[in-house]
């Protein structure tokens, strides 16, 4: 027995290691990164960044800081949605934006393989990295509360899907309505994410692992 535990040991240490998957290495003409933080473009703009927070589905801060940045062409069309807003009584809250690609990795490599189509794959790395995703949803100006939604941000459930028929009439209504104002500015939603939402231009950009410290 001690023998075939043994040859089974020596057997484990000669099967080659699980690649681990590296930042994508891409080639092509892309745009210089030019990351704002999106506070100090308009300091209205209400922040709620849980990754800095222990909540979030890693149950621990991923971020050292509660920051947000976007690239510029991006980070100007959502401000101006955020303007639009007001005349509706709502603004937006944002919740997430660009993430160093090092985080991505993390969530893939801490999330079982059967809620992988939650995360993104680090191989091919996230719009979040390109600096052209932001996760948000509205923000009620008159009671100073984030709105409710049909799902919570980060649910990894069929009702976190845009597309998703359940709620109530009134959560719909505002998922419709950020949906239509983001769109009205060149973002794409998620199909599996209603907070989620990409900027038309997020293919001219690199995937970016520059930690939030530099970013001044």
């Given at each position: ?94 919740l ?74 009134e ?44 970013l001044?």
């Amino acid at each position: 027995m001690r023998l075939r535990f043994l040859t089974f040991s020596l057997f484990c240490t000669l099967l080659p290691a699980a690649p681990v998957p590296a930042q994508p290495r891409e080639r092509g003409d892309f745009r210089a990164s030019d990351l704002v933080e999106l506070v100090r473009l308009d300091s209205t703009l209400h922040l709620d960044i849980r990754y800095a927070t222990k909540d979030n589905f890693m149950k621990r801060p991923v971020y050292p800081e509660a920051r947000a940045f976007l690239q510029r062409p991006a980070a100007e069309a959502l401000l101006r949605v955020h303007r639009k807003l007001r005349s509706r009584g709502f603004g937006l809250l944002v919740l997430d934006a660009y993430r160093p690609w090092s985080v991505t990795k993390k969530f893939w490599d801490e999330t079982p393989p059967s809620l992988h189509r939650f995360v993104a794959n680090p191989s091919k790395g996230s719009r979040h990295n390109r600096g052209c995703a932001v996760d948000c949803t509205l923000y009620d100006l008159k009671v100073g509360k984030e709105v409710r939604m049909p799902s919570a941000y980060d649910e990894f459930t069929v009702r976190a899907s845009p597309r998703y028929d359940g709620g109530s009439p009134e959560e719909r209504r505002m998922r419709a309505l950020l949906r239509a104002s983001m769109e009205e500015e060149g973002f794409t939603v998620d199909p599996g994410e209603w907070w989620h939402y990409d900027y038309r231009d997020w293919k001219h950009y690199r995937v970016l692992d520059i930690p939030f410290g530099p970013l001044r």
